[in-house]
């Protein structure tokens, strides 16, 4: 009879397990950026580089423009509704100019910001970004940076920077390759795996705001397990990678340094506090264990309750079903109504 339950209840749980795995494939379904985000996006980055293109006086300095960030590498997630409105999506504009290493900073970008107020339909971040234009339409966020590229754009690239006075080195054509790269290493399950992190850490914020974007995408590259393919695996995996990875870090209350892809000799943690990485080590370590209760849990009612605590009540149920607070936010996003006066979000310096 024992051994007849044990059986049992071994059978039930690979179920319970298989249904997981729906779980999480359908929740990276639904946290994926709509058709109607990707084509306000796409018509609006279109708009503003043929206007830079074709601008009477900045087509003497234009280069060309190209796409970076979350938005380019395929690794962002749809967007938050706050206060019962869907904010905008957020898309990082590459402008290469032909400056040289010896022009000031502020006026590159100052010029950048005076030719967008020509097209008389973007509003704007004032004073501008430390290292970009920030500008809003009704439905997109876009940040406009300035980097020159004295030696070719497969060469050194350096990103204007107005608070420092100088050109810094960058390369975020780099940053597109070396996520691609990560993505094939890791038989495509990479961007996905961002992708739940990044909405993890959305539902459960910290005091600080960072690490956030691209550093997100370092920490699970670094951390995650490359030959596997089942995702809740996948990311309870990288966060105990992160707790026994970085417990020394802690110990000596220091933040670790990851290699910037394209410029390897920089940390992508350099602007970050040690409170701020210690508040998401915490965080880490404190979901880690409400994950691994998740997994021995047996019962399917208990075990949602324990995922919505990681991912919200996005998450769904075993059977497919949505709870009415389920509904009420996809409503929401199709009625949504944007602010007479856009939102002007304090962005860290940078783009990605």
């Not at 898309?91 to 910001?113: G, H, K």
């Not at 210690?278 to 075990?303: G, N």
Request: hydrophobic share 35%; aromatic share 10%; glycine share 4%.
């Amino acid at each position: 009879m024992v051994l007849w339950l044990g059986l049992l209840k071994s059978k039930y749980f690979k179920l319970n397990n298989m249904a997981t795995k729906k779980q999480f494939t359908d929740f990276l379904s639904d946290i994926e950026p709509s058709p109607t985000t990707k084509s306000n996006s796409s018509n609006a980055h279109t708009d503003l580089r043929n206007f830079l293109k074709n601008h009477e006086e900045f087509k003497e300095v234009h280069i060309d423009t190209f796409l970076s960030g979350s938005y380019k590498r395929d690794t962002a997630i749809r967007p938050r509704i706050k206060n019962g409105q869907l904010q905008k999506p957020d898309v990082d504009i590459i402008v290469v100019a032909n400056y040289s290493i010896d022009d000031n900073p502020t006026d590159v970008i100052n010029f950048l910001m005076s030719t967008l107020e020509d097209a008389d339909i973007y509003s704007f971040v004032d004073p501008p970004n430390t290292r970009s234009v920030g500008v809003y339409t009704n439905t997109v966020e876009m940040d406009v940076v300035p980097i020159i590229a004295p030696w070719g754009i497969d060469s050194t690239l350096y990103i204007a920077d107005s608070k420092l006075d100088r050109w810094l080195e960058t390369n975020p054509p780099k940053h597109t390759k070396w996520t691609t790269d990560v993505n094939n290493a890791s038989d495509g399950n990479f961007k996905p795996l961002v992708k739940l992190f990044k909405w993890w850490r959305r539902h459960n914020p910290t005091l600080y705001r960072r690490p956030k974007g691209f550093v997100i995408e370092c920490l699970v590259a670094e951390n995650m397990d490359y030959q596997e393919n089942d995702y809740e695996n996948l990311f309870v995996g990288t966060l105990e990678s992160i707790v026994n990875n970085y417990a020394l870090n802690i110990s000596l209350k220091t933040v670790p340094f990851l290699a910037d892809p394209g410029v390897p000799a920089n940390s992508v943690t350099s602007g970050m506090a040690f409170t701020e990485f210690e508040a998401f080590y915490k965080k880490v370590e404190s979901h880690l264990a409400i994950c691994r209760q998740a997994q021995k849990e047996i019962d399917p009612e208990k075990e949602l309750v324990l995922w919505r605590k990681i991912f919200g009540n996005r998450f769904p149920s075993s059977n497919g079903s949505s709870p009415k607070s389920l509904l009420r936010p996809a409503l929401a996003s199709v009625a949504t109504r944007f602010p007479d006066k856009p939102i002007h979000p304090k962005k860290p310096a940078g783009f990605a």
